[in-house]
Protein backbone atom coordinates (compact mmCIF):
# COMPACT_ATOMS: atom_id res chain seq x y z
CA UNK A 1 0.00 0.00 0.00
CA UNK A 2 1.32 3.76 -1.29
CA UNK A 3 1.07 6.25 1.43
CA UNK A 4 1.48 9.78 0.81
CA UNK A 5 2.24 12.09 4.12
CA UNK A 6 1.34 15.44 3.91
CA UNK A 7 2.36 18.13 6.27
CA UNK A 8 1.63 20.61 7.92
CA UNK A 9 -2.06 19.24 8.67
CA UNK A 10 -3.20 22.79 9.36
CA UNK A 11 -1.73 26.51 8.83
CA UNK A 12 -2.65 29.74 9.58
CA UNK A 13 -1.22 32.73 8.09
CA UNK A 14 -1.77 36.47 7.70
CA UNK A 15 -2.14 37.55 4.40
CA UNK A 16 1.22 38.34 2.69
CA UNK A 17 3.35 35.50 4.10
CA UNK A 18 4.85 32.48 2.44
CA UNK A 19 3.99 29.00 2.83
CA UNK A 20 5.36 25.62 1.98
CA UNK A 21 3.37 22.28 1.91
CA UNK A 22 5.29 19.17 1.66
CA UNK A 23 4.24 15.72 0.55
CA UNK A 24 6.34 12.78 1.04
CA UNK A 25 6.34 8.53 0.62
CA UNK A 26 8.67 6.06 0.36
CA UNK A 27 7.33 5.00 -2.95
CA UNK A 28 7.69 6.17 -6.62
CA UNK A 29 4.64 7.51 -8.51
CA UNK A 30 4.08 8.16 -11.93
CA UNK A 31 2.96 11.67 -11.40
CA UNK A 32 1.79 13.66 -8.55
CA UNK A 33 -1.49 15.86 -8.82
CA UNK A 34 -2.10 19.06 -6.80
CA UNK A 35 -5.76 19.86 -5.55
CA UNK A 36 -7.61 22.70 -3.97
CA UNK A 37 -11.02 22.03 -2.51
CA UNK A 38 -13.81 24.22 -0.90
CA UNK A 39 -16.16 22.93 1.50
CA UNK A 40 -19.06 21.27 0.22
CA UNK A 41 -17.28 21.06 -3.21
CA UNK A 42 -15.25 18.66 -5.09
CA UNK A 43 -11.34 18.90 -5.34
CA UNK A 44 -10.46 20.84 -8.30
CA UNK A 45 -7.32 19.97 -9.72
CA UNK A 46 -4.10 22.63 -9.88
CA UNK A 47 -1.58 20.80 -11.31
CA UNK A 48 0.44 17.49 -12.24
CA UNK A 49 4.00 16.87 -12.01
CA UNK A 50 5.08 14.00 -14.19
CA UNK A 51 9.24 14.68 -14.54
CA UNK A 52 11.52 13.89 -11.99
CA UNK A 53 13.04 17.38 -10.32
CA UNK A 54 9.98 19.16 -12.29
CA UNK A 55 8.80 22.63 -11.33
CA UNK A 56 5.28 24.53 -11.92
CA UNK A 57 4.24 27.73 -11.59
CA UNK A 58 0.98 28.91 -11.40
CA UNK A 59 0.61 32.80 -10.68
CA UNK A 60 1.88 32.57 -6.86
CA UNK A 61 2.22 28.91 -6.82
CA UNK A 62 5.01 26.77 -7.30
CA UNK A 63 5.48 22.82 -7.28
CA UNK A 64 7.89 20.54 -6.69
CA UNK A 65 8.51 16.53 -7.89
CA UNK A 66 11.65 15.51 -6.26
CA UNK A 67 13.99 13.85 -8.45
CA UNK A 68 13.08 10.59 -7.42
CA UNK A 69 9.19 11.25 -7.53
CA UNK A 70 8.55 10.33 -4.08
CA UNK A 71 7.95 13.67 -2.52
CA UNK A 72 6.85 17.46 -3.61
CA UNK A 73 6.23 20.45 -2.42
CA UNK A 74 3.78 23.21 -2.77
CA UNK A 75 4.71 27.12 -2.06
CA UNK A 76 3.02 29.76 -2.21
CA UNK A 77 3.87 33.27 -2.15
CA UNK A 78 2.58 36.02 -0.37
CA UNK A 79 -0.24 34.11 0.37
CA UNK A 80 -4.15 35.72 0.13
CA UNK A 81 -7.25 35.24 2.00
CA UNK A 82 -8.34 33.75 -1.54
CA UNK A 83 -6.01 31.08 -1.02
CA UNK A 84 -7.58 29.75 2.06
CA UNK A 85 -8.92 26.06 1.35
CA UNK A 86 -8.09 22.54 1.96
CA UNK A 87 -4.42 21.65 -0.24
CA UNK A 88 -4.49 17.83 -1.42
CA UNK A 89 -1.66 16.12 -3.01
CA UNK A 90 -2.47 13.10 -4.49
CA UNK A 91 0.24 10.33 -6.18
CA UNK A 92 -0.90 8.02 -9.26
CA UNK A 93 0.06 4.33 -9.21
CA UNK A 94 2.64 3.31 -12.00
CA UNK A 95 0.78 0.90 -13.96
CA UNK A 96 -0.84 -2.62 -13.92
CA UNK A 97 -5.23 -2.75 -13.42
CA UNK A 98 -4.29 0.38 -10.93
CA UNK A 99 -3.59 2.65 -12.96
CA UNK A 100 -4.58 6.21 -12.73
CA UNK A 101 -5.76 5.08 -9.34
CA UNK A 102 -4.52 8.10 -6.40
CA UNK A 103 -3.40 7.85 -3.10
CA UNK A 104 -4.40 11.14 -1.29
CA UNK A 105 -2.21 12.83 1.29
CA UNK A 106 -3.64 13.75 4.40
CA UNK A 107 -4.39 17.04 3.00
CA UNK A 108 -3.65 20.64 4.40
CA UNK A 109 -5.98 23.07 5.82
CA UNK A 110 -4.51 26.60 5.00
CA UNK A 111 -6.39 29.64 6.50
CA UNK A 112 -5.03 33.13 5.18
CA UNK A 113 -6.36 36.02 7.34
CA UNK A 114 -6.59 39.68 6.21
CA UNK B 1 -13.78 20.82 -20.71
CA UNK B 2 -14.44 17.98 -19.08
CA UNK B 3 -17.34 17.98 -16.31
CA UNK B 4 -18.55 15.30 -13.94
CA UNK B 5 -21.84 15.86 -12.55
CA UNK B 6 -23.09 14.33 -9.63
CA UNK B 7 -26.98 13.84 -8.03
CA UNK B 8 -27.74 14.39 -5.43
CA UNK B 9 -25.81 17.54 -4.10
CA UNK B 10 -27.08 16.72 -0.54
CA UNK B 11 -29.49 14.20 0.80
CA UNK B 12 -31.13 13.32 4.37
CA UNK B 13 -32.25 10.18 4.94
CA UNK B 14 -33.77 8.08 8.27
CA UNK B 15 -31.62 5.21 9.08
CA UNK B 16 -32.15 1.72 7.72
CA UNK B 17 -33.43 2.96 4.42
CA UNK B 18 -31.17 2.98 1.10
CA UNK B 19 -30.02 6.04 -1.05
CA UNK B 20 -28.56 6.02 -4.58
CA UNK B 21 -26.01 9.07 -5.53
CA UNK B 22 -25.12 9.07 -9.11
CA UNK B 23 -21.81 10.22 -11.16
CA UNK B 24 -22.63 10.86 -14.83
CA UNK B 25 -19.59 11.98 -17.08
CA UNK B 26 -21.03 15.05 -19.37
CA UNK B 27 -18.67 15.24 -22.30
CA UNK B 28 -16.64 12.05 -22.13
CA UNK B 29 -17.11 8.44 -21.62
CA UNK B 30 -15.51 7.12 -18.39
CA UNK B 31 -14.31 3.63 -18.71
CA UNK B 32 -13.12 3.92 -14.72
CA UNK B 33 -15.21 5.59 -12.19
CA UNK B 34 -13.81 6.00 -8.47
CA UNK B 35 -15.66 6.48 -5.12
CA UNK B 36 -14.67 8.47 -2.33
CA UNK B 37 -15.46 9.14 1.51
CA UNK B 38 -14.24 12.32 3.10
CA UNK B 39 -15.22 13.09 6.72
CA UNK B 40 -14.60 16.77 7.57
CA UNK B 41 -11.62 18.29 7.24
CA UNK B 42 -10.08 15.75 6.27
CA UNK B 43 -8.53 13.69 2.94
CA UNK B 44 -10.14 11.59 0.53
CA UNK B 45 -10.40 7.90 0.99
CA UNK B 46 -10.58 5.91 -1.35
CA UNK B 47 -13.42 3.53 -1.66
CA UNK B 48 -13.89 1.42 -5.01
CA UNK B 49 -12.86 1.72 -8.72
CA UNK B 50 -15.80 1.08 -10.66
CA UNK B 51 -14.92 -0.13 -14.03
CA UNK B 52 -18.07 0.13 -16.91
CA UNK B 53 -19.21 -3.40 -17.54
CA UNK B 54 -17.82 -5.52 -14.48
CA UNK B 55 -17.52 -5.36 -10.81
CA UNK B 56 -16.06 -3.10 -8.56
CA UNK B 57 -12.89 -3.49 -6.93
CA UNK B 58 -13.56 -2.01 -3.30
CA UNK B 59 -10.78 -1.49 -0.91
CA UNK B 60 -9.64 -2.99 2.43
CA UNK B 61 -12.58 -2.63 5.27
CA UNK B 62 -15.36 -1.20 2.55
CA UNK B 63 -18.04 -3.79 2.76
CA UNK B 64 -19.27 -4.16 -0.81
CA UNK B 65 -22.73 -5.54 0.20
CA UNK B 66 -23.28 -2.15 2.15
CA UNK B 67 -21.91 0.16 -0.64
CA UNK B 68 -23.40 -1.52 -3.65
CA UNK B 69 -21.62 0.17 -6.90
CA UNK B 70 -22.93 -0.08 -10.67
CA UNK B 71 -21.49 0.94 -13.47
CA UNK B 72 -23.67 0.04 -16.31
CA UNK B 73 -22.80 2.78 -18.95
CA UNK B 74 -19.66 4.52 -19.71
CA UNK B 75 -21.36 7.58 -18.48
CA UNK B 76 -22.82 6.43 -15.23
CA UNK B 77 -21.88 5.02 -12.18
CA UNK B 78 -24.18 4.68 -8.85
CA UNK B 79 -23.19 4.22 -5.65
CA UNK B 80 -25.87 2.54 -3.40
CA UNK B 81 -26.11 3.19 0.61
CA UNK B 82 -27.78 0.26 2.00
CA UNK B 83 -29.50 0.15 5.16
CA UNK B 84 -28.10 3.42 6.03
CA UNK B 85 -27.08 4.30 9.90
CA UNK B 86 -25.79 7.64 11.02
CA UNK B 87 -22.15 6.62 10.86
CA UNK B 88 -22.68 6.17 7.21
CA UNK B 89 -23.08 10.13 7.12
CA UNK B 90 -20.50 11.76 5.11
CA UNK B 91 -19.16 13.74 2.17
CA UNK B 92 -19.28 11.17 -0.55
CA UNK B 93 -17.37 12.17 -4.08
CA UNK B 94 -16.88 10.47 -7.37
CA UNK B 95 -14.32 10.83 -9.85
CA UNK B 96 -13.91 9.73 -13.46
CA UNK B 97 -11.26 9.62 -16.24
CA UNK B 98 -11.73 8.27 -19.96
CA UNK B 99 -8.76 6.14 -20.02
CA UNK B 100 -5.56 5.20 -18.03
CA UNK B 101 -3.70 7.93 -19.49
CA UNK B 102 -6.54 10.78 -19.07
CA UNK B 103 -6.69 13.03 -16.11
CA UNK B 104 -9.17 12.44 -13.44
CA UNK B 105 -12.21 14.65 -13.29
CA UNK B 106 -14.13 15.07 -9.93
CA UNK B 107 -17.89 15.54 -8.93
CA UNK B 108 -18.63 17.71 -6.54
CA UNK B 109 -19.70 15.29 -3.76
CA UNK B 110 -22.96 14.70 -1.57
CA UNK B 111 -23.46 15.51 1.44
CA UNK B 112 -25.36 12.58 3.29
CA UNK B 113 -26.69 12.86 6.29
CA UNK B 114 -28.65 10.01 7.92
CA UNK B 115 -30.89 10.43 10.61
Known amino acids: TQLLEQSPQFLSIQEGENLTVYCNSS?????LQWYRQEPGEGPVLLVT?????EVKKLKRLTFQFGDARKDSSLHITAAQPGDTGLYLC??????????????FGQGTILTVHP | GAVVSQHPSWVICKSGTSVKIECRSL??????MFWYRQFPKQSLMLMAT?????????EQGVEKDKFLINHASLTLSTLTVTSAHPEDSSFYIC???????????FGNGTRLTVT
Open chain 2, 50 to 58: SNEGSKATY
Open chain 1, 27 to 31: SVFSS
Open chain 1, 90 to 103: AGADAGGTSYGKLT
Open chain 2, 27 to 32: DFQATT
Open chain 2, 95 to 105: SAREDGYSPLH
Open chain 1, 49 to 53: VVTGG
